[in-house]
């Protein structure tokens, strides 16, 4: 049986493992809520995380599409981006899912005929990676560019406000 396919017949164990493991980066009571809290409409940012995170293991699987990956690992990032996660921890869902795939299925892996299957499969875990940065530096860039138009603006009202602003022409 080749890894890939061990790893998704034992994706169940996986994606639990790999989801308790993000959500333990929140405090308890939120980690609890995310996990497995109401559904879409009363927890929607644990739905993302558990919606999203089970469709980018099945991604991983395919061949590798970058924009659709993109829009998998958005929402995921997206909301820790604006929750004020440094990079690295914006993103470590990435190395949680290398972890988890090795807890279940470390035994299978350090098998001599896996280990080119595991490089092939840590490779595309790296691709994953360099697409959440990507996506999560577009996020606080976006953040950024939206405070800064908010101060400008609201500068300019406060100095309209106080009469300091000539008008083009005086």
């Excluded at 690295?88 to 098998?111: D, H, N, Y």
């Excluded at 940065?133 to 100095?159: G, I």
């Amino acid at each position: 049986m080749n890894l890939d396919k061990l790893i998704k017949e034992k994706k169940t164990q996986i994606l639990k493992l790999w989801i308790l493991k993000f959500t333990n980066t929140y405090p308890e009571e939120s980690a609890q809520f995310f996990r497995g809290g109401p559904g879409q409409f009363a927890n929607p940012v644990g739905h993302t995380f558990r919606s999203n995170l089970d469709k980018i293991f099945d991604e991983l699987f395919m061949e590798y599409d970058s924009k659709k990956m993109q829009g998998l690992v958005d929402p995921i990032v997206r909301i820790r981006a604006v929750q004020g996660f440094d990079p690295s921890e914006a993103v470590c869902f990435v190395p949680m899912l290398k972890q988890s795939v090795w807890e279940i299925c470390g035994k299978e892996v350090t098998r001599q005929d896996h280990i080119s299957e595991w490089l092939d499969f840590i490779e595309r875990l790296e691709l994953l990676t360099y697409t959440s940065f990507d996506v999560y530096m577009r996020c606080r860039e976006q953040l950024w560019k939206q405070k800064a138009e908010f101060t400008n603006s609201r500068t300019h009202k406060l100095l309209e406000k106080a009469n300091l602003l000539k008008k083009a022409g005086e």
